[in-house]
């Protein structure tokens, strides 16, 4: 195999220094007629190994309606092969659904 040329990366491939944001989840939203904002967040857990954590939020993401429908498509499709490999079930997506039940409207 040939030694691969780090200066001739090929353009499919995203940058080396690609942005990348990790979260546990989200937080919070709002939204407007066009926009919806969302509240990145993850968990941190206490510096002093207190055993405490706290949510955090650390990013807001905002997107047009018509992108959080076709994004919401995207993650029924990612969604969708987890369950097929077994690394999801539908136990677990049943019980983050039942999580958001009482949030306020």
């Not at 001739?8 to 491939?13: D, I, L, T």
């Not at 002093?48 to 955090?56: C, H, M, R, W």
Request: with cysteine; charged share 20%.
């Amino acid at each position: 195999m040939p030694a691969l040329d780090l200066e001739e990366v090929p353009s499919q491939f995203p940058p080396a220094d690609l942005p990348t944001v990790f979260c546990d989840g989200f937080s919070a939203y709002a939204h407007s007629p066009q926009f919806v904002k969302l509240y990145l967040a993850r968990v941190d857990p206490s510096l002093n190994a207190t055993g405490k954590s706290q949510l955090q939020v650390i990013q807001q993401l905002v997107m047009p309606i018509p992108g959080v429908v076709n994004a919401l498509a995207f993650f029924e499709v990612i969604f969708g092969r987890l369950r097929e490999q077994g690394f999801a079930s539908d136990g677990d997506l049943e019980a983050a659904r039942a999580s958001f039940r009482d949030v306020p409207k």
